[in-house]
Protein backbone atom coordinates (compact mmCIF):
# COMPACT_ATOMS: atom_id res chain seq x y z
CA UNK A 1 0.00 0.00 0.00
CA UNK A 2 1.42 3.65 -1.00
CA UNK A 3 2.68 5.33 2.08
CA UNK A 4 1.91 9.32 2.55
CA UNK A 5 4.66 11.73 3.26
CA UNK A 6 4.14 15.05 4.30
CA UNK A 7 6.80 17.57 4.72
CA UNK A 8 6.27 20.38 6.92
CA UNK A 9 7.12 23.63 5.33
CA UNK A 10 7.20 27.22 6.27
CA UNK A 11 9.26 30.64 5.65
CA UNK A 12 12.96 30.20 5.80
CA UNK A 13 13.18 26.40 5.65
CA UNK A 14 16.22 25.17 4.21
CA UNK A 15 15.87 24.31 0.49
CA UNK A 16 17.26 20.70 0.81
CA UNK A 17 15.64 19.58 3.92
CA UNK A 18 12.58 19.02 2.40
CA UNK A 19 13.50 19.19 -1.71
CA UNK A 20 16.38 15.92 -0.90
CA UNK A 21 13.21 14.30 0.77
CA UNK A 22 10.82 15.11 -1.51
CA UNK A 23 12.92 13.70 -4.19
CA UNK A 24 13.99 10.41 -3.00
CA UNK A 25 10.07 9.73 -1.56
CA UNK A 26 8.56 10.47 -4.86
CA UNK A 27 11.39 8.59 -7.50
CA UNK A 28 10.66 5.37 -5.60
CA UNK A 29 8.44 2.72 -7.50
CA UNK A 30 8.17 -1.08 -8.17
CA UNK A 31 6.32 -2.78 -11.15
CA UNK A 32 3.34 -1.12 -9.65
CA UNK A 33 3.65 2.47 -9.96
CA UNK A 34 4.96 4.96 -7.22
CA UNK A 35 5.37 3.39 -3.48
CA UNK A 36 4.66 6.76 -1.67
CA UNK A 37 2.80 9.67 -1.90
CA UNK A 38 4.56 13.13 -0.93
CA UNK A 39 2.65 15.97 0.34
CA UNK A 40 3.57 19.49 1.49
CA UNK A 41 1.81 21.10 4.55
CA UNK A 42 2.03 24.23 6.02
CA UNK A 43 0.93 26.08 9.09
CA UNK A 44 -1.66 28.06 6.27
CA UNK A 45 -1.82 27.78 2.81
CA UNK A 46 0.29 31.28 2.04
CA UNK A 47 3.41 31.09 -0.10
CA UNK A 48 6.57 30.58 1.67
CA UNK A 49 9.97 32.04 1.10
CA UNK A 50 12.48 29.47 2.01
CA UNK A 51 16.11 30.32 2.45
CA UNK A 52 17.84 32.28 -0.10
CA UNK A 53 14.57 33.45 -2.04
CA UNK A 54 12.86 30.35 -3.25
CA UNK A 55 9.28 30.47 -3.34
CA UNK A 56 7.22 27.57 -2.29
CA UNK A 57 3.37 26.68 -1.94
CA UNK A 58 2.23 24.52 0.42
CA UNK A 59 -0.31 21.92 -0.98
CA UNK A 60 -2.17 21.57 2.60
CA UNK A 61 -2.65 23.35 6.12
CA UNK A 62 -2.67 21.99 9.05
CA UNK A 63 -6.91 21.92 8.83
CA UNK A 64 -7.29 19.99 5.55
CA UNK A 65 -3.89 18.04 5.22
CA UNK A 66 -4.85 14.04 5.06
CA UNK A 67 -3.35 11.54 7.62
CA UNK A 68 0.76 11.02 6.93
CA UNK A 69 2.27 7.71 7.54
CA UNK A 70 5.50 9.49 7.45
CA UNK A 71 6.36 13.24 8.65
CA UNK A 72 9.45 14.89 7.86
CA UNK A 73 10.36 18.58 9.92
CA UNK A 74 12.74 20.07 8.42
CA UNK A 75 14.98 22.71 9.59
CA UNK A 76 16.91 26.00 8.45
CA UNK A 77 17.06 29.21 10.30
CA UNK A 78 13.00 29.36 10.04
CA UNK A 79 12.94 26.10 12.25
CA UNK A 80 15.76 27.42 14.94
CA UNK A 81 14.70 31.27 14.93
CA UNK A 82 11.23 31.06 14.11
CA UNK A 83 8.74 28.35 14.60
CA UNK A 84 10.75 27.03 17.64
CA UNK A 85 8.80 29.86 19.16
CA UNK A 86 5.46 28.88 17.94
CA UNK A 87 3.12 27.71 20.24
CA UNK A 88 0.56 26.39 17.11
CA UNK A 89 3.34 24.65 15.43
CA UNK A 90 4.85 22.61 18.02
CA UNK A 91 1.64 21.75 19.18
CA UNK A 92 0.87 20.54 15.69
CA UNK A 93 3.76 18.38 15.63
CA UNK A 94 3.58 16.85 18.87
CA UNK A 95 -0.07 15.49 17.83
CA UNK A 96 1.20 14.48 14.74
CA UNK A 97 3.62 12.29 16.40
CA UNK A 98 0.48 10.42 18.41
CA UNK A 99 -0.78 9.69 14.29
CA UNK A 100 1.90 8.98 12.00
CA UNK A 101 4.09 5.63 11.80
CA UNK A 102 7.45 7.56 11.72
CA UNK A 103 8.20 11.38 12.43
CA UNK A 104 11.50 12.34 11.32
CA UNK A 105 13.96 15.56 11.42
CA UNK A 106 16.81 17.09 9.33
CA UNK A 107 19.37 19.36 10.26
CA UNK A 108 17.25 21.87 12.86
CA UNK A 109 14.39 20.28 12.52
CA UNK A 110 15.53 18.10 15.49
CA UNK A 111 15.26 21.48 17.61
CA UNK A 112 11.49 21.58 16.51
CA UNK A 113 10.91 17.88 18.24
CA UNK A 114 13.29 18.58 21.52
CA UNK A 115 10.67 21.93 21.92
CA UNK A 116 7.74 19.19 21.48
CA UNK A 117 9.37 17.23 24.00
CA UNK A 118 9.35 13.84 21.75
CA UNK A 119 13.20 13.42 21.61
CA UNK A 120 13.36 13.09 25.71
CA UNK A 121 15.29 10.22 26.72
CA UNK A 122 16.48 9.61 23.07
CA UNK A 123 19.40 9.78 20.93
CA UNK A 124 19.34 12.60 18.52
CA UNK A 125 21.50 14.60 15.90
CA UNK A 126 21.31 17.83 14.27
CA UNK A 127 23.32 20.19 11.67
CA UNK A 128 27.26 20.23 13.01
CA UNK A 129 26.82 23.76 13.77
CA UNK A 130 23.63 22.85 16.39
CA UNK A 131 24.70 19.90 18.10
CA UNK A 132 25.94 22.50 21.42
CA UNK A 133 22.48 24.15 21.21
CA UNK A 134 20.62 20.69 21.12
CA UNK A 135 22.77 19.23 24.17
CA UNK A 136 22.66 22.57 25.85
CA UNK A 137 18.97 23.54 25.48
CA UNK A 138 18.09 20.05 26.45
CA UNK A 139 19.59 18.18 28.79
CA UNK A 140 17.65 14.92 28.70
CA UNK A 141 18.63 14.38 24.92
CA UNK A 142 21.36 11.87 24.47
CA UNK A 143 23.37 14.41 21.39
CA UNK A 144 25.05 12.08 19.04
CA UNK A 145 27.54 13.47 16.49
CA UNK A 146 29.23 12.16 13.92
CA UNK A 147 26.29 10.31 12.20
CA UNK A 148 24.38 11.31 9.22
CA UNK A 149 21.08 10.42 11.00
CA UNK A 150 20.03 8.36 14.36
CA UNK A 151 16.96 5.93 14.32
CA UNK A 152 15.09 5.63 17.45
CA UNK A 153 12.14 3.49 16.12
CA UNK A 154 9.40 6.02 15.45
CA UNK A 155 11.48 8.98 15.79
CA UNK A 156 14.47 10.01 13.56
CA UNK A 157 16.77 12.56 13.52
CA UNK A 158 19.37 13.67 10.39
CA UNK A 159 22.28 15.83 10.52
CA UNK A 160 22.30 18.71 8.64
CA UNK A 161 20.85 19.60 5.58
CA UNK A 162 21.70 16.54 2.92
CA UNK A 163 21.49 14.18 5.15
CA UNK A 164 18.08 14.16 4.72
CA UNK A 165 18.70 12.41 1.62
CA UNK A 166 20.15 9.61 3.57
CA UNK A 167 17.82 9.73 6.46
CA UNK A 168 14.99 9.53 3.34
CA UNK A 169 16.64 6.18 1.87
CA UNK A 170 16.79 4.88 5.58
CA UNK A 171 13.20 5.09 5.49
CA UNK A 172 12.83 3.61 2.19
CA UNK A 173 14.62 0.36 3.20
CA UNK A 174 12.56 -0.12 6.13
CA UNK A 175 9.50 -0.11 4.41
CA UNK A 176 10.53 -2.17 0.67
CA UNK A 177 14.22 -3.16 1.22
CA UNK A 178 17.40 -2.50 0.03
CA UNK A 179 16.40 -3.08 -3.55
CA UNK A 180 14.08 -0.08 -3.56
CA UNK A 181 17.12 1.76 -1.94
CA UNK A 182 19.27 0.66 -4.46
CA UNK A 183 16.92 1.42 -7.54
CA UNK A 184 16.23 4.92 -6.44
CA UNK A 185 19.40 5.41 -5.80
CA UNK A 186 20.58 5.02 -9.08
CA UNK A 187 17.96 6.65 -10.98
CA UNK A 188 19.00 9.98 -8.64
CA UNK A 189 22.88 9.47 -9.77
CA UNK A 190 22.97 8.89 -6.12
CA UNK A 191 26.13 7.24 -3.99
CA UNK A 192 24.52 5.59 -1.05
CA UNK A 193 25.53 1.77 -0.25
CA UNK A 194 21.98 0.20 0.49
CA UNK A 195 23.50 -1.20 3.86
CA UNK A 196 25.73 1.71 4.92
CA UNK A 197 23.78 4.64 4.66
CA UNK A 198 26.07 6.53 7.66
CA UNK A 199 23.44 6.54 10.72
CA UNK A 200 22.38 4.54 13.89
Not at 10 to 23: I, K, R, T
Not at 64 to 90: M, R, S, T, W
Not at 157 to 166: F, L, Q, W
Request: charged share 25%.
Amino acid sequence: MKKTVGIFIFNEVEVLDFGGPFEVFSKAENDQGQLFKVITIGEDKALKTARNGLLVKPGYDFKDAPECDILIIPGGYGAEQVEIHNPHVISWIKSQSEKVEILASVCTGALLLAKAGLLKGKKATTHWMDLPRLRDEFEDIEVIEGVKFVDQGNILTAAGISAGINLSFHIMGRYYGPEIVNTTARRMEYDVAADDLGGI
